[in-house]
């Protein structure tokens, strides 16, 4: 079946210090990758859509200089949170999905701290 | 402006009995209806999902009613288990621009035994 890891699973950085999570699927080619990030009461935000041999697109208030995103090949993508503050906080959360199917998978989130 | 709205915000049932909850949405331009349960600590599992086409989808004990004319879905979940105990997303894109997902905020089911 398809399964999606995120890794680490939590985190906790310095203010101001930047951190990597990284999102790997098996068992299927994620053609297409969305960063999420899920704050503490439970909401989503898109940050960014990336789909390969494609320009990776930022929803607003979200920039490649502040959450820049890889998405090297089929089963894995990247995204670093830069200068990380307590607003940053959060679960962050990959969805992938193959080409040919509507149907997005997320993996189990990195949870982001910021002290 | 919330584009996806989910109520009740939280609802409890006793094993056995049906959960219905509710979702509408604003964007007419949205036609895949996925629905997410999640545990604490945990991402969103992919429940059950279903396109406008159709007006319901059953996978098992979980069932999905569409009215495209009112923008408004629910999630039946029938002899609900304390198992199914988690919080339920109800999410939404259009399938021209699949893997962005505009999500609700989610009703928090509480079955008890």
Not at chain 2, 28 to 46: C, R, T
Not at chain 2, 64 to 89: C, M, V, W
Request: net charge positive; glycine share 8%.
């Amino acid at each position: 079946g398809a399964l999606v890891y995120q890794y680490p699973r939590r985190t906790i950085c310095k203010s101001g210090t930047s951190m990597r999570m990284e999102c790997q699927a098996v068992g299927f080619q994620a053609t297409s990758v969305a960063w999420y990030r899920q704050s503490p009461q439970k909401t989503f935000e898109l940050i960014a859509l990336s789909t390969v041999n494609s320009a990776i697109k930022y929803e607003q208030n979200f920039t490649q200089e502040k959450f820049p995103i890889s998405h090297p090949n089929l089963s894995f993508s990247s995204m670093t949170v830069l200068n990380a503050y307590l607003e940053d906080r959060g679960l962050y959360l990959c969805g992938a999905r193959t080409q040919i199917s509507y149907e997005q998978y997320f993996g189990p989130g990195t949870r982001l701290t910021v002290l | 402006q919330q584009q996806v709205r989910q109520s009740p915000q939280s609802l409890t049932v006793w094993e056995g009995e049906t959960a219905i909850l509710n979702c509408s949405y604003e964007n007419s331009a949205f036609d895949y209806f996925p629905w997410y349960q999640q545990f604490p600590g945990e991402g969103p599992a992919l429940l059950i999902s279903i396109l406008s086409v159709s007006d319901k989808k059953e996978d098992g004990r979980f069932t999905i009613f569409f009215n495209k004319r009112e923008k408004k879905l629910s999630l039946h979940i029938a002899d609900s288990q304390p198992g199914d105990s988690a919080t339920y997303f109800c999410a939404a894109s259009g399938t021209q621009v699949v893997g962005q997902l505009t999500f609700g905020r989610g009703t928090r089911l509480q079955v008890y035994a």
